[in-house]
T-cell receptor
Framework: SQQGEEDPQALSIQEGENATMNCSYK?????LQWYRQNSGRGLVHLIL?????REKHSGRLRVTLDTSKKSSSLLITASRAADTASYFC???????????FGKGTRLSVIA | KAGVTQTPRYLIKTRGQQVTLSCSPI?????VSWYQQTPGQGLQFLFE???????NKGNFPGRFSGRQFSNSRSEMNVSTLELGDSALYLC????????????FGPGTRLTVT
């Protein structure tokens, strides 16, 4: 069963705009990760945030984590056409348990 | 370092047949996980191997099995294929014991007719 649920399911924006995707989950976690998948290909790890962290940055990516609300958000600033992809959040209950993925947000960035 | 490689990339099989998929992790990675991705169910965890031992298993029937070799390469096997097994099968490797961030291969697209 899906632990994470991304919102929205699909998002379409103009190049240069910011894109925000949200993820909600159900149980306590050890860490939450965001991945990107270009059409029908493998996933690429973007960022990992641990349960004791509130915010992390990596280039144009900013991830926040609110464990009290069991939610996370991924912000992509100044989006580019190359950012067009599906974005998944994945949670791990502990360090040795499998990642559980949400169904993803499909982002389209229009040039 | 070379990334995770999966072979074959595409496969077409008939119902009732069996199939074996192969995954070579990034050099030095000892954890290998397998996932099934379908439009309806999304990414579903199949199993994870670490140092040749199955460490975690997802909720899939016994027709799905896997193994890991001493060089960390992994195979998964699906016997008695069903139409619903058509999917993208993804392999991911991880560098450390706790299997944190995962590095995915390009996947094997299996079509069952």
């Amino acid at each position: 069963s899906q632990q994470g649920e991304e919102d929205p399911q699909a998002l379409s924006i103009q190049e240069g705009e910011n894109a925000t995707m949200n993820c909600s989950y159900k149980t306590s976690i050890n860490n939450l990760q965001w991945y990107r998948q270009n059409s029908g290909r493998g996933l690429v790890h973007l960022i990992l945030i641990r349960s004791n962290e509130r915010e992390k940055h990596s280039g144009r990516l900013r991830v926040t984590l609110d464990t009290s609300k069991k939610s996370s958000s991924l912000l992509i600033t100044a989006s580019r056409a190359a950012d067009t992809a599906s974005y998944f959040c994945a949670t791990a209950v502990s360090g040795n348990t499998p990642l559980v993925f949400g169904k993803g947000t499909r982002l389209s960035v229009i040039a | 370092k070379a990334g995770v490689t999966q072979t074959p990339r595409y496969l077409i099989k008939t119902r009732g047949q069996q199939v074996t998929l192969s995954c070579s992790p990034i050099s030095g990675h000892r954890s290998v996980s397998w996932y099934q991705q379908t439009p309806g169910q999304g990414l579903q965890f199949l199993f994870e191997y670490f140092s040749e031992t199955q460490r975690n298993k997802g909720n899939f029937p016994g027709r799905f099995s896997g193994r890991q070799f001493s060089n960390s390469r992994s195979e998964m096997n699906v016997s008695t294929l069903e139409l619903g097994d058509s999917a993208l099968y993804l392999c991911a490797s991880s560098p450390d014991r706790e299997g944190l961030e995962q590095y995915f291969g390009p996947g094997t697209r299996l079509t069952v007719t």
